[in-house]
């Protein structure tokens, strides 16, 4: 199993840009969380679907941020324009709810605005 | 309060050494307890799962005192291969389905 895919690994990109990352979730898992992870706040949680629809999307920074899931094994987290506080490592997570709360992660996009 | 808060650390030991990690939650409601295991610029995983009547996976203990809202790890004789991140999680009790929060993490050292 090919697990968790991210992309891109790294992106580095200028204030005001628009910035795409990539989300291939397991196949068969149904629920996909995108987390946000910097040195002062940790692991934060900005959105999460359950069998593609948004369930709760309530920490998402701001309207910069948005995130989709067009089907079962594609998800994107779009910011735009970036700005130098939203440099973070961003993972996506999936799992399998009905059979516990085991996350899978993917190795991560480690974003940087300059 | 923050949800999930953990001593940040770091813990330095040596090779051996028997380390305890301490983490408390401030919902009473919460439901579902982990450990992840986070190495250096790596994603988290899972270490275990924390039952109300404690559990043990080798070297490892977890530990769950709902009255006190209070997690748990014991490392027993760490290796060198132990040093890592780890990071308190739990699970809300809300709509089915709910995200995991997790903790800020405690880095452990281990050395020879």
């Known amino acids: 199993d090919a697990g968790v895919i991210q992309s891109p690994r790294h992106e580095v990109t200028e204030m005001g840009q628009e910035v795409t990352l990539r989300c291939k979730p397991i196949?068969?898992?149904?629920?996909l969380f995108w987390y946000r992870q910097t040195m002062m706040r940790g692991l934060e949680l900005l959105i999460y679907f359950n069998n593609n629809v948004p369930i709760d999307d309530s920490g998402m920074p701001e309207d910069r941020f948005s995130a989709k899931m067009p089907n079962a094994s594609f998800s994107t987290l779009k910011i735009q324009p970036s700005e130098p506080r939203d440099s973070a490592v961003y993972f996506c997570a999936s799992s399998f709810m009905q059979v516990g709360e085991k996350l899978f992660f993917g190795s991560g996009t480690q974003l940087s605005v300059l | 309060r923050k949800e999930v808060e953990q001593d940040p650390g770091p813990f330095n030991v040596p090779e051996g050494a028997t380390v305890a990690f301490n983490c408390t939650y401030s919902?009473?409601?919460?439901?579902?307890f982990f450990w992840y295991r986070q190495d250096c610029r790596k994603e988290p995983k899972l270490l275990m799962s924390?039952?109300?009547s404690g559990n043990e996976d080798g070297r490892f203990t977890a530990q769950l005192n709902r009255a006190s809202q209070y997690i748990s790890l014991l490392i027993r004789d760490s290796k060198l291969s132990d040093s890592a991140t780890y990071l308190c999680v739990v699970k809300p009790l809300l709509q089915a389905g709910t995200a995991l929060i997790f903790g800020k993490g405690t880095t452990l050292s281990v050395s020879s």
């Open positions: 196949s068969g898992h149904n629920s």
């Open positions: 919902n009473s409601a919460s439901q579902s």
């Open positions: 924390v039952y109300s």
